[in-house]
């Protein structure tokens, strides 16, 4: 197969790569505009494969876009580039709304016109996978609830009022067009290759350097953790085998409190850091309660039974060994995390709000 994907220099997208190469024949078109988010040196394992190429463009940009697709031919198009950060979309929710909403636009009418070119079996194969979040759901306040496919949307953020955007506009695609779409929504990843602002990184990073932990409001809120490699095998799934027009969501059955995973982060760097910065003695004293996020959802918790019965896809790993493996990464992959804190747009934002 011939496999373009969108973003595939941000978190997400470069373990989908790594997956792909390393694990198919296939052939990856990587296309991103390398935002603050995206980072070339996340795919320096798959780099020199022949069956990897790289374009630097923004999905906004309809004739480059349009260009890369003729000139490709996928069978497939995987688009996961998108402004992802809930704290920066509240901050200015512009680069959102271009982004994940006009850039979704501008690339499903790129994938429809080209669609419209191929013959069969091409066109009946041909499929355009959206990659989105839980968080378009809104959030559960019953402690059983779970988002299933059919939970109606219901957006807090800048952020997640652009990804539901972005989804209806696919779902219309396929509805008007007939454009082959398929659509997943994840909770939250965490793993290797996590940009340093998003909390599992942000606290692992601000720990080994002696700095404040920053956990938003009480730290009650929920999230359920998917590691990011047993999300690129789903996502693989879904493009390969899921049901043209379905939707998939994908979880990872562990639903932690923040505090509860800033807390497991302190133990493991206990054991696996002893050496603390000077002067500290618990990498725990270093939590540091900090104003709330605003309009900041309670818990999220997917149920993942369709995607399990109907795909056969489960995560391999639990919470506890999936975090013992991303705080070992990051302890072992310094020169990967540091060069992205040198840059001075980055340093300004660590710890946000920590004071
Ligand atoms: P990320 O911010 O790490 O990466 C996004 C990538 O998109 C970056 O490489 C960036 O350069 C690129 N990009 C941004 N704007 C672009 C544009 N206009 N044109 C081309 N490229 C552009 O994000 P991520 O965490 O890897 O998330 C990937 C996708 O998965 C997003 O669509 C996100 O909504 C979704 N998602 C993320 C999570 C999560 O926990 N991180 C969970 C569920 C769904
Ligand atoms: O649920 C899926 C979503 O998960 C994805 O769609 C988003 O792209 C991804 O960024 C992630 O969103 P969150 O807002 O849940 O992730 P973040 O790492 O920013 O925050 C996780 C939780 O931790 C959230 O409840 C806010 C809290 N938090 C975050 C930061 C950065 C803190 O308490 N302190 C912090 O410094």
Known sequence: MRILVTGGAGFIGSALIRHIISNTSDDVLNIDKLSYAGNLDSLTPIASSERYSFQKLDICDSDSIKKAINVFQPDTIMHLAAESHVDRSIDGPADFIQTNIIGTYTLLEAAREYWNTLSEPRKTSFRFHHISTDEVFGDLHGSDDLFTESTPYA?????????????????????????????????????????????????????????????????????????????????????????????????????????????????????????????????????????????????????????????????????????????????????????????????????????
């Open 155 to 355: 957006p807090s953020s800048p952020y997640s009022a652009s990804k539901a955007s972005s989804d209806h506009l696919v779902r219309a695609w396929q509805r008007t067009y007939g454009l082959p779409t398929i659509v997943s929504n994840c909770s939250n990843n965490y793993g290797p290759y996590h940009f340093p602002e998003k909390l599992i990184p942000l606290v692992i990073i601000n720990a080994l350097k002696g700095q404040p932990l920053p956990v938003y409001g009480e730290g009650k809120q929920i999230r359920d953790w998917l590691y990011v490699e047993d999300h690129a095998r789903a996502l693989y799934t879904v493009a390969t085998k899921g049901k043209v027009s379905a939707t998939y969501n994908i979880g990872g059955h562990n639903e932690k409190s923040n505090i509860e995973v800033v807390e497991l982060i302190c133990s493991l760097l206990e054991e696996l850091a002893p050496n603390k910065p000077k002067g500290l003695s618990m990498y725990r004293d270093l939590i540091s309660f900090v104003e709330d996020r605003p309009g900041h959802d309670l818990r999220y918790a997917i149920d993942a039974s369709k995607i399990k019965e109907e795909l056969n896809w489960m995560p391999e790993e639990t919470f506890e060994t999936g975090l013992r493996k991303t705080v070992e990464w990051y302890l072992e992959n310094h020169q990967w995390w540091q060069s992205i804190l040198d840059s001075s747009y980055q340093i300004e934002r660590m710890g946000k709000g920590s004071q």
